[in-house]
Nanobody
């Protein structure tokens, strides 16, 4: 089994920053797993945000967050991060982390960006 717990969401003004964390646990979790961040804005479908390889040397972002968001991981802590800078109101969403290999999702953390 694999469990994921996201944290770090909150309310921030446009232009501000937040850092989300996703802590993994469970005997089946492997540090080799590719991890992903998704988000779901009100009234919209869940969309991909960013992904990182198990080693951390390969990352990819959706166009709307490139240059503003950074995904990283600390395998010793079994934690993946999403540093979000220059936040915009359109970044408002519930953010979820995901283990691609197992299909595991966390419960999500709310990010609200005020204009």
């Amino acid at each position: 089994q694999v469990q994921l717990v996201e944290s770090g969401g909150g309310l921030v003004q446009a232009g501000g920053s937040l850092r989300l964390s996703c802590a993994a646990s469970g005997r089946d979790f492997s540090s080799t797993y590719r991890m992903r961040w998704f988000r779901r804005a009100p009234g919209k479908e869940r969309e991909f945000v960013a992904t990182i390889s198990g080693s951390g040397d390969s990352t990819y972002y959706t166009d709307s967050v490139k240059g503003r968001f950074t995904i990283s991981r600390d395998n010793a802590k079994k934690t993946v991060y999403l540093q979000m800078n220059s936040l915009k109101p359109e970044d408002t969403a519930v953010y979820y982390c995901n283990v691609q290999a197992t299909g595991t999702w966390g419960q999500g953390t709310q990010v609200t960006v005020s204009s």
